[in-house]
């Protein structure tokens, strides 16, 4: 699912917009220098197929609905981890400005989410370790079946630790959670067993395109980084899943302060610089207590800050109904001068 | 016919605007680029249940297309086409969020509406900016746009070479896709075993395609260079447009226009 602007807040989107701007930037490198010129067209025209390809359905076996297929872990297969990355990401990019399909600001959120898990997650840490060297056909169709789900699996969780990070949803993490998840499931089998039959038709029509393709473009000989991406995946999830069960009994030291003065936090002066960085830390703390901010503590700064803007409320909708009508009719006289003087 | 073949109409339609002559279309693509930018940052900048203090930022795509000529219908056509993901999202902020926070006589109106119609609104204008930056300016205006402003080469011509093979195979794809829809006998589609081979013969017809070009790069010499007609000048025009609408936008994220304007009425009217 493409995340939207609308559910987007401006940390969360240029946080994630950085991110996937430098992957973009180390991918082109990479394949810069892989020097091999026939890549370029090539990734051009996969991303423009896969375009194509998007737009063609297919009926969902049991269910008799149709569905359109994602590409990012047949991308994967056939370019390599980094070609494979910055395909998704124009698609992407086209996909949003032509379509708004996910927003501007949501693109880092998108490319990340839809790139970085199949290409540089579930291709060399699942496919590739399946299929070993010589690929066959049952075995192309576990593998791919195998990474296509756990690419959807944790794009999906992205997705909702994007929405409910930005705070604009009001769906709790653990219900958004449940609600994903098990659909990206199905989708993440359909998706993989769609991409297993077109790869092993390549593979019957032409196998040598499988095999340049499994040879060429590994992530490269540094264990090292796969270790550190398998770790990142793990904290990710340890942190997003495990954290459920956080106990929220005080820890060691507000036990110990609790026995001694009777709370378990001592309380800081109320002016001076230890207010004022209290306060900012106030403002800026993105996950207070471990928490993502409660909607109660929105609706309850809201109010207090609000006082004075919602509180006469009927004022608030007539302001509101004269500016909306007031943007239009600007817009409207001056499309009538530009009319009048052409 | 194919929802292919439709998409590929608006995909061309709205790339044919960016051809026309306004002074919007003028304006050198990175001060628009930078302005769309600015925007959407600062309509997603507001709190959750904030609706009235983002009305104001209608402006912004109203002056737009009143300046720049491009066709109303069919932009706000493309605006009420949004992505239901989003609807589906949204719509479980009233479902949660019951607390009253606007009364209006005897009616209450929840924070979760609230914040419901507020992502209705950032929807409409963020998408709305997309498409006006798309259709003032025109997708390789803006890949050169990106360039100039950071985006690594190889990457603006991957877009680029996306963009100009996009027509070409989603031609192909439609082709393909409407020979299916004859022989189907009106169920969708024949499986998908029928799919996998068909997309893995349009796979097959791309990758000689590929090897083609590149053939064809190599025989006329190719660099990066992707050549274009109009050439990039960040003038005092632009310089104007960039700072009037940052303070435009930086004066409605920091007062409550709606609110005043309706207070000072009310007061009035007492």
Same mark, same amino acid.
């Given at each position: 699912?493409?995340?939207?602007?609308?559910?987007?807040?401006?940390?969360?989107?240029?946080?994630?917009?950085?991110?996937?701007?430098?992957?973009?930037?180390?991918?082109?490198?990479?394949?810069?220098?892989?020097?091999?010129?026939?890549?370029?067209?090539?990734?051009?025209?996969?991303?423009?197929?896969?375009?194509?390809?998007?737009?063609?359905?297919?009926?969902?076996?049991?269910?008799?609905?149709?569905?359109?297929?994602?590409?990012?872990?047949?991308?994967?297969?056939?370019?390599?981890?980094?070609?494979?990355?910055?395909?998704?990401?124009?698609?992407?990019?086209?996909?949003?400005?032509?379509?708004?399909?996910?927003?501007?600001?949501?693109?880092?959120?998108?490319?990340?989410?839809?790139?970085?898990?199949?290409?540089?997650?579930?291709?060399?840490?699942?496919?590739?370790?399946?299929?070993?060297?010589?690929?066959?056909?049952?075995?192309?169709?576990?593998?791919?079946?195998?990474?296509?789900?756990?690419?959807?699996?944790?794009?999906?969780?992205?997705?909702?630790?994007?929405?409910?990070?930005?705070?604009?949803?009001?769906?709790?993490?653990?219900?958004?959670?449940?609600?994903?998840?098990?659909?990206?499931?199905?989708?993440?089998?359909?998706?993989?067993?769609?991409?297993?039959?077109?790869?092993?038709?390549?593979?019957?029509?032409?196998?040598?395109?499988?095999?340049?393709?499994?040879?060429?473009?590994?992530?490269?000989?540094?264990?090292?980084?796969?270790?550190?991406?398998?770790?990142?995946?793990?904290?990710?999830?340890?942190?997003?899943?495990?954290?459920?069960?956080?106990?929220?009994?005080?820890?060691?030291?507000?036990?110990?302060?609790?026995?001694?003065?009777?709370?378990?936090?001592?309380?800081?002066?109320?002016?001076?610089?230890?207010?004022?960085?209290?306060?900012?830390?106030?403002?800026?703390?993105?996950?207070?207590?471990?928490?993502?901010?409660?909607?109660?503590?929105?609706?309850?700064?809201?109010?207090?800050?609000?006082?004075?803007?919602?509180?006469?409320?009927?004022?608030?909708?007539?302001?509101?109904?004269?500016?909306?009508?007031?943007?239009?009719?600007?817009?409207?006289?001056?499309?009538?001068?530009?009319?009048?003087?052409? | 016919?194919?929802?292919?073949?439709?998409?590929?109409?608006?995909?061309?339609?709205?790339?044919?605007?960016?051809? *026309?002559?306004? $002074?919007?279309?003028?304006?050198?693509? &990175? /001060?628009?680029?930078?302005?769309?930018?600015? %925007? #959407?940052?600062?309509?997603?900048?507001?709190?959750?249940?904030?609706?009235?203090?983002?009305?104001?930022?209608?402006?912004?795509?109203?002056?737009?297309?009143?300046?720049?000529?491009?066709?109303?219908?069919?932009?706000?056509?493309?605006?009420?086409?949004?992505?239901?993901?989003?609807?589906?999202?949204?719509?479980?902020?009233?479902?949660?969020?019951?607390?009253?926070?606007?009364?209006?006589?005897?009616?209450?109106?929840?924070? *979760?509406?609230? $914040?419901?119609?507020?992502?209705?609104? &950032? /929807?409409?204008?963020?998408?709305?900016?997309? %498409? #006006?930056?798309?259709?003032?300016?025109?997708?390789?205006?803006?890949?050169?746009?990106?360039?100039?402003?950071?985006?690594?080469?190889?990457?603006?011509?991957?877009?680029?070479?996306?963009?100009?093979?996009?027509?070409?195979?989603?031609?192909?794809?439609?082709?393909?896709?409407?020979?299916?829809?004859?022989?189907?006998?009106?169920?969708?589609?024949?499986?998908?075993?029928?799919?996998?081979?068909?997309?893995?013969?349009?796979?097959?017809?791309?990758?000689?395609?590929?090897?083609?070009?590149?053939?064809?790069?190599?025989?006329?010499?190719?660099?990066?260079?992707?050549?274009?007609?109009?050439?990039?000048?960040?003038?005092?025009?632009?310089?104007?447009?960039?700072?009037?609408?940052?303070?435009?936008?930086?004066?409605?994220?920091?007062?409550?226009?709606?609110?005043?304007?309706?207070?000072?009425?009310?007061?009035?009217?007492?």
């Amino acid at each position: 699912m493409h995340m939207a602007d609308a559910l987007l807040s401006p940390a969360v989107g240029t946080t994630m917009w950085a991110v996937s701007a430098g992957m973009i930037a180390y991918c082109s490198n990479k394949v810069r220098k892989e020097l091999d010129d026939r890549k370029i067209p090539l990734m051009g025209v996969l991303g423009a197929f896969l375009f194509a390809a998007q737009m063609i359905n297919f009926t969902i076996p049991a269910t008799g609905s149709s569905g359109h297929m994602g590409g990012g872990m047949l991308l994967a297969i056939l370019l390599g981890p980094y070609a494979a990355f910055l395909t998704i990401a124009s698609v992407l990019i086209v996909q949003a400005l032509f379509f708004a399909d996910g927003g501007l600001l949501a693109l880092g959120c998108n490319i990340f989410n839809m790139g970085l898990f199949p290409a540089f997650i579930a291709y060399p840490l699942i496919y590739k370790k399946i299929i070993g060297s010589r690929p066959d056909k049952s075995g192309i169709t576990i593998a791919t079946i195998i990474s296509a789900v756990v690419a959807l699996q944790m794009g999906a969780l992205a997705v909702v630790l994007e929405t409910v990070a930005s705070g604009i949803s009001s769906l709790p993490f653990s219900a958004f959670v449940a609600l994903m998840q098990p659909i990206h499931l199905a989708i993440g089998i359909i998706e993989g067993l769609v991409t297993a039959t077109i790869v092993s038709f390549v593979y019957k029509a032409r196998p040598e395109i499988m095999q340049s393709a499994l040879h060429s473009g590994h992530i490269g000989q540094h264990a090292m980084r796969t270790v550190l991406l398998s770790f990142v995946v793990a904290a990710m999830l340890t942190g997003g899943i495990v954290s459920w069960f956080a106990s929220e009994n005080p820890d060691g030291l507000e036990w110990a302060i609790a026995n001694v003065t009777g709370k378990e936090e001592l309380e800081g002066a109320k002016d001076g610089m230890h207010a004022l960085l209290a306060g900012v830390q106030d403002r800026i703390a993105f996950l207070p207590d471990y928490n993502f901010r409660k909607s109660e503590t929105i609706q309850h700064e809201a109010l207090l800050n609000g006082k004075n803007r919602l509180g006469t409320s009927v004022s608030g909708l007539l302001g509101g109904v004269i500016t909306l009508a007031l943007a239009f009719c600007i817009g409207f006289a001056l499309k009538r001068r530009k009319n009048s003087a052409a | 016919m194919s929802s292919i073949h439709n998409a590929v109409l608006d995909l061309r339609r709205l790339d044919l605007l960016a051809n *026309g002559d306004s $002074s919007i279309h003028r304006l050198d693509a &990175r /001060s628009k680029v930078l302005v769309t930018i600015l %925007f #959407i940052f600062f309509v997603v900048s507001f709190k959750k249940q904030e609706l009235g203090a983002i009305l104001p930022y209608f402006i912004f795509p109203a002056v737009m297309l009143a300046l720049s000529d491009l066709p109303l219908l069919f932009i706000v056509r493309k605006i009420a086409m949004i992505c239901p993901f989003v609807l589906a999202v949204g719509i479980f902020n009233p479902l949660i969020d019951h607390e009253i926070l606007v009364r209006i006589g005897p009616f209450g109106i929840s924070g *979760g509406w609230l $914040s419901f119609f507020s992502i209705i609104v &950032r /929807s409409i204008l963020t998408a709305g900016a997309g %498409f #006006i930056l798309v259709g003032t300016t025109g997708f390789t205006a803006v890949c050169h746009a990106l360039q100039r402003l950071g985006m690594p080469r190889l990457f603006a011509m991957q877009l680029l070479f996306l963009y100009r093979y996009i027509f070409v195979l989603t031609e192909e794809g439609s082709r393909v896709s409407r020979a299916r829809e004859v022989r189907s006998f009106g169920k969708k589609g024949l499986g998908m075993k029928n799919f996998g081979s068909m997309v893995g013969y349009l796979l097959l017809r791309t990758w000689q395609r590929a090897e083609r070009i590149h053939l064809a790069m190599l025989a006329r010499g190719f660099t990066d260079e992707f050549h274009t007609r109009r050439t990039d000048r960040f003038g005092v025009q632009e310089l104007i447009f960039v700072t009037a609408w940052s303070a435009i936008f930086l004066l409605f994220r920091l007062h409550n226009i709606p609110h005043i304007i309706g207070y000072q009425i009310a007061h009035i009217l007492r």
